[in-house]
């Protein structure tokens, strides 16, 4: 039953991405790639996640990639995208990460949906070993105000998760146990965010400025966020980008660029900015759609 919730786990895409197109020429000196999925997927789905694997591997030969699991098996993994207190995840993710030798020398990593805020909460707590490029293809790096069509639409899953976001995201035991509650930002509640959102309100240096995330953020070389322009998952789509909506309401935008975060420079990405380091990339499709020559053309170079 679970299988059928894994609307996040791209279908045409992939298809597309099997169907298509030759490897191009790799070499054998390149970084490591490690890739966090997205809700309701898992880390060998040979339909997702599993096929980016396989496309990488042949466009670049000789290429260490190291998709995640997260708990013992993929069913595990998959329930955990849902249920397991995500500062728990990153942790148990940077351990792993610094036992494995041939991360060593750097990686460079690739994060789904929310796997792209989860790895950015690698790059801040865990500088070792060193992550090179960050590309966060769809994550959500302001949190969510709605899953307006979360996996498995018609689940009961997914209405029961609504129900806990909309009725109690930031109580303790709701943040604690629900993944999605612990980047939802209401942004006409601004203080309950800040104060009790255990996760993304940590990352985001909304209660206090952790130096060490914004020095270890700024080592990345390059942070590439990819935003879909037809996304149907994501409310607001800008959080792609790192926007979200002005305070106080949920009509009115603001680019990153216009935020406060940016403005005070709390976690270093306006230094990231004016250094070149941030990566503004647009998919015209629905949340994780894109085929193979789009990977190939806008994604790969970041990876060789
Ligand atoms: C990379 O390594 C593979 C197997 O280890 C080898 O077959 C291939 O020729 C190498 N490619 C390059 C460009 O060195
Ligand atoms: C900043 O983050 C690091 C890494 O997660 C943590 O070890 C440290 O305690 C934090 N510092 C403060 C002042 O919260």
């Known amino acids: 039953a679970m299988r059928k919730r894994s609307a996040l786990a791209l279908p045409p895409l992939l298809l597309l991405l099997l169907l298509c197109a030759r490897p191009a020429q790799g070499s054998n000196g390149s970084l490591p790639?490690?890739?966090?999925?997205?809700?309701?997927?898992?880390?060998?789905?040979?339909?997702?996640?599993?096929?980016?694997?396989?496309?990488?591997?042949?466009?670049?030969?000789?290429?260490?990639?190291?998709?995640?699991?997260i708990g013992k098996t993929v069913t595990e993994d998959m329930k955990n995208g849902f249920f397991m207190d995500v500062n728990e995840q990153v942790s148990t993710v940077c351990e792993q990460l610094a036992r494995d030798p041939r991360l060593?020398?750097?990686?460079?990593?690739?994060?789904?949906?929310?796997?792209?805020?989860?790895?950015?909460?690698?790059?801040?707590?865990?500088?070792?070993?060193?992550?090179?490029?960050?590309?966060?293809?769809?994550?959500?790096?302001?949190?969510?105000?709605?899953?307006?069509?979360?996996?498995?639409?018609?689940?009961?899953?997914?209405?029961?998760?609504?129900?806990?976001?909309?009725?109690?995201?930031?109580t303790d035991l709701v943040q604690k146990h629900l993944v999605q509650a612990q980047y939802w930002h209401d942004p006409l509640n601004e203080d309950l965010y800040r104060t009790h959102s255990l996760f993304l309100a940590d990352i985001n240096q909304e209660r206090a400025v952790n130096e060490s995330y914004k020095k270890n953020l700024q080592a990345l070389q390059k942070f590439v966020m990819v935003k879909f322009l037809q996304d149907s998952v994501v409310d607001p789509v800008n959080s792609e980008w790192f926007g979200f909506f002005k305070p106080g309401q949920d009509v009115e935008l603001d680019t990153l660029q216009e935020s406060t975060l940016y403005k005070e420079d709390r976690l270093g990405l306006a230094a990231m900015d004016k250094a070149g380091k941030l990566v503004f990339l647009a998919s015209d499709g629905d949340h994780l759609q894109f085929d193979r020559a789009w990977f190939n053309a806008n994604l790969l170079p970041f990876l060789r």
């Open 33 to 69: 790639l490690v890739m966090w999925h997205g809700m309701g997927d898992s880390c060998c789905n040979p339909l997702s996640m599993g096929a980016i694997k396989k496309m990488v591997e042949e466009e670049i030969p000789g290429i260490y990639v190291l998709s995640l699991m």
């Open 104 to 170: 060593k020398g750097g990686y460079n990593a690739m994060g789904f949906s929310q796997g792209g805020q989860f790895l950015r909460a690698v790059a801040q707590r865990c500088p070792s070993p060193p992550m090179k490029n960050l590309i966060s293809v769809g994550g959500q790096h302001q949190g969510v105000f709605g899953l307006p069509r979360c996996p498995g639409e018609s689940s009961a899953l997914c209405e029961w998760i609504r129900k806990r976001l909309n009725s109690g995201a930031y």
